[in-house]
């Protein structure tokens, strides 16, 4: 047994940690002044009036292209005027927010550079918190690049922002002495304009103002979406950040909703909680947690819960007791698009549950993907008594050993010990480097330690036999609330490129499938890349939970691990990450699908060149949902990319989205 060395643990903290999601003052801001969260300082960025940074923004001329099928976008005669922004803003109470680049600190063309304050942004740039505090900054530093390869990225020194690939090939320090000549900062792909809204009502006000101008819509909270959700090229966002009201209901009953409708789906009683569309994971726990209560979240806790991990299906080590995010909802706020040219010339606020004429509602925004259906307000879950949880922890290497194969043979025996561990009720998170696998954390609820350990046994004894030394260890907590004090770490963010696939519990329980499984991951690994991901059973939780029908991909309950797959985002040459994004699709991608005919990926951690994305992360349930989209958006106003409907719209290379 070995201790990990700190080299180990860094990489292992750092690789693909994708488990992880008052008034405003008239002013352009970049976000530095919401002070919700004091724990990662930031450069005091000088702000400017609104309507100076609305001139400005007035000279981002890209194109004049009025073509009525497309949005519009900044230096098009449609787009809205200094003047109709203003009026806007007061619509709104003043929460209107010009964007301005974090890093516009770090470029010398940039009014706003300053060296010292530079530094203590690079020096955080990998926080969280850096870019869910700000109203456009996403973690996915790939989809912040624009059309025309600007962007503002505070890490990058030495990037291109010009041509892709003209830097293959050369060293850091000749890249860095020829792109610190004339680079510049840009707002890229960010979002032009935020909305930070307090109420429905700012977003009913926003919805309006974009369906009325042709503007590019996007729904963001934290900006930790993986496939570049949470921003877009000219866009208008309407930032939910700051709803964060949290009220528990100590007896929640929808017995009259469900007689009256007379369905035969089971009413519920018991304890519940609403949430605004701003709360984070961490914001749920801590209110849980005073109540001695458990809220489902996932284990990255700045991960925003409403918006698209709940409406996307939502994971979490809690996921093989209590079933996925979405499994917990049992009822939606939410308003709805403009569609005048079906009587509703107005946005529209309502409640979705699974027994009132917006059941098809609820069931759509319940596993059918955020900034999709409409933009919810609030969601109301279940909400369950604090429980005693065992944790465990696994790590072995190839360090030592003979021959790698050896290693890899310990690789299989994990994944052929993962029906017992799920099967006992507990969620197992794990990470698999080129010469290292480790796990963790486990939790399982109800679970005393030593039952745990036994669940853990068969891939030990294997272990032992192969004389793979490693580390474990079993615990009893007394509350869930202390094993994720004690075994989740905070999380930095998760620049990745990146795919996913779903492992059906089907090919770890016979030899031959699992054998391929392994070698299929250690082709991955053996690149170079990094697998991870979360194994549980959905289906045993569904069953014991009473869980609401609901649109998530229904190959959920025969998988065994919601896996992903990828490399590190490479900031010093995006031309690699072109590179890296067609391996993950046309190579690793591939293999894996090979392996899992028929099968599908998680569509919150996903590849964003998906072939056939619609059946992939959406299953059986594709045409239903897309009914539904037209039915309550159909005149499109809220896209995404890969999200539901999204087909019928193209991304030009200028960055405008036109109708298909």
Same mark, same amino acid.
């Given at each position: 047994m070995f201790p990990p060395s700190p080299l180990k643990a860094a990489l292992l903290s750092s690789a693909l940690l994708l488990l992880c999601t008052a008034p405003f003052p008239l002013h352009a801001s970049n976000g530095n002044n919401l002070n919700d969260d004091n724990s990662n300082p930031r450069p005091d960025l000088v702000q400017e009036p609104i309507s100076h940074l609305l001139l400005q923004q007035e000279q981002i001329a890209i194109s004049s292209d009025d073509n009525p099928n497309c949005r519009c976008i900044p230096g098009d005669a449609c787009w809205p005027s200094p003047s109709q922004w203003s009026r806007f803003n007061q619509t709104v109470s003043g929460r209107l927010?010009?964007?301005?680049?974090?890093?516009?600190?770090?470029?010398?063309?940039?009014?706003?550079?300053?060296?010292?304050?530079?530094?203590?942004?690079?020096?955080?740039?990998?926080?969280?918190?850096?870019?869910?505090?700000?109203?456009?900054?996403?973690?996915?530093?790939?989809?912040?690049?624009?059309?025309?390869?600007?962007?503002?990225?505070?890490?990058?020194?030495?990037?291109?922002?010009?041509? =892709?690939?003209?830097?293959?090939?050369?060293?850091?320090?000749?890249?860095? *002495?020829?792109?610190?000549?004339?680079? +510049?900062?840009?707002?890229?792909?960010?979002?032009?304009?935020?909305?930070?809204?307090?109420?429905?009502?700012?977003?009913?006000?926003?919805?309006?103002?974009?369906?009325?101008?042709?503007?590019?819509?996007?729904?963001?909270?934290?900006?930790?979406?993986?496939?570049?959700?949470?921003?877009?090229?000219?866009?208008?966002?309407?930032?939910?950040?700051?709803?964060?009201?949290?009220?528990?209901?100590?007896?929640?009953?929808?017995?009259?909703?469900?007689?009256? *409708?007379?369905?035969?789906?089971?009413?519920?009683?018991?304890?519940a909680a609403r949430l605004g569309a701003g709360v984070q994971v961490s914001d749920a726990f801590a209110a849980a947690k005073a109540h001695g209560l458990v809220l489902h979240g996932g284990n990255c806790e700045s991960v925003g819960v409403v918006g698209g991990y709940t409406q996307g299906g939502g994971h979490s080590v809690l996921s093989s007791a209590l079933g996925l995010g979405a499994d917990q909802v049992l009822e939606w706020e939410v308003v709805i698009p403009p569609s005048p040219a079906t009587g509703h010339a107005e946005p529209r606020l309502v409640t979705a549950t699974p027994f009132n004429e917006y059941a098809d509602l609820y069931w759509a925004l319940s596993g059918g993907?955020?900034?999709?259906?409409?933009?919810?307000?609030?969601?109301?879950?279940?909400?369950?008594?604090?429980?005693?949880?065992?944790?465990?922890?696994?790590?072995?290497?190839?360090?030592?050993?003979?021959?790698?194969?050896?290693?890899?043979?310990?690789?299989?025996?994990?994944?052929?010990?993962?029906?017992?561990?799920?099967?006992?009720?507990?969620?197992?998170?794990?990470?698999?480097?080129?010469?290292?696998?480790?796990?963790?954390?486990?939790?399982?609820?109800?679970?005393?330690?030593?039952?745990?350990? *036994?669940?853990?046994?068969?891939?030990?004894?294997?272990?032992?036999?192969?004389?793979?030394?490693?580390?474990?260890?079993?615990?009893?907590?007394?509350?869930?609330?202390?094993a994720v004090a004690a075994m989740v770490a905070q999380q930095n963010v998760t620049d990745a490129n990146m795919?996913?696939?779903?492992?059906?519990?089907?090919?770890?329980?016979?030899?031959?499938?699992?054998?391929? $499984?392994?070698?299929? $991951?250690?082709?991955?690994?053996?690149?170079?890349?990094?697998?991870?991901?979360?194994?549980?059973?959905?289906? +045993?939780?569904?069953?014991?939970?009473?869980?609401?029908?609901?649109?998530?991909?229904?190959?959920?309950?025969?998988? =065994?691990? =919601?896996?992903?797959?990828?490399?590190?985002?490479?900031?010093?040459?995006?031309?690699?990450?072109?590179?890296?994004?067609?391996?993950?699709?046309?190579?690793?991608?591939?293999?894996l699908e090979k392996l899992t005919p028929g099968g599908g990926a998680y569509l919150n951690e996903g590849d964003p060149h998906q072939p056939d994305w619609q059946t992939t992360f959406y299953g059986e349930n594709y045409e239903r949902l897309l009914a539904i989209k037209n039915k309550y958006d159909p005149e499109g106003l809220l896209y995404a990319l890969t999200a539901v409907g999204s087909e019928q719209w193209v991304q030009k290379e200028d960055g405008r989205l036109c109708r298909a």
């Open positions: 927010i010009a964007t301005v680049p974090l890093a516009s600190v770090c470029y010398p063309e940039h009014d706003l550079y300053d060296e010292t304050k530079c530094a203590q942004l690079r020096e955080n740039w990998h926080l969280t918190a850096t870019h869910y505090l700000d109203s456009a900054s996403v973690m996915n530093q790939f989809f912040a690049r624009g059309p025309d390869g600007g962007g503002c990225d505070a890490i990058v020194e030495a990037t291109s922002f010009g041509q =892709i690939g003209e830097e293959v090939g050369k060293d850091d320090n000749e890249k860095k *002495q020829k792109n610190q000549e004339g680079k +510049r900062c840009s707002i890229g792909s960010n979002v032009v304009y935020s909305v930070n809204a307090s109420s429905s009502t700012d977003f009913s006000h926003t919805m309006a103002f974009a369906h009325r101008h042709n503007i590019r819509l996007v729904i963001r909270n934290t900006g930790h979406d993986y496939l570049g959700k949470s921003t877009g090229f000219g866009a208008l966002a309407l930032w939910t950040h700051h709803l964060k009201d949290i009220t528990f209901f100590v007896d929640f009953d929808n017995t009259h909703e469900a007689e009256q *409708q007379q369905k035969s789906v089971a009413a519920y009683k018991g304890k993907g955020g900034g999709t259906f409409g933009a919810v307000v609030s969601v109301t879950v279940k909400a369950w008594e604090d429980f005693e949880t065992a944790g465990a922890t696994l790590m072995f290497g190839a360090a030592g050993l003979q021959d790698r194969g050896i290693f890899v043979k310990g690789v299989q025996a994990w994944l052929e010990a993962l029906p017992g561990i799920v099967d006992l009720g507990a969620g197992a998170i794990w990470f698999l480097l080129k010469d290292v696998l480790a796990v963790s954390p486990v939790m399982a609820p109800g679970v005393k330690a030593n039952e745990l350990e *036994q669940a853990f046994r068969p891939v030990m004894d294997k272990l032992d036999g192969l004389g793979i030394p490693y580390a474990s260890s079993f615990t009893d907590f007394s509350s869930f609330h202390d795919g996913g696939r779903l492992i059906p519990r089907s090919l770890v329980t016979e030899k031959k499938g699992a054998e391929k $499984l392994t070698a299929a $991951l250690d082709a991955i690994v053996s690149a170079d890349g990094i697998v991870s991901g979360i194994s549980v059973n959905i289906e +045993r939780a569904r069953k014991l939970s009473k869980a609401y029908p609901n649109s998530v991909n229904p190959l959920f309950e025969s998988a =065994i691990h =919601i896996g992903v797959f990828g490399f590190p985002y490479n900031h010093l040459d995006f031309a690699a990450n072109i590179y890296a994004q067609d391996k993950i699709t046309n190579v690793f991608g591939a293999a």
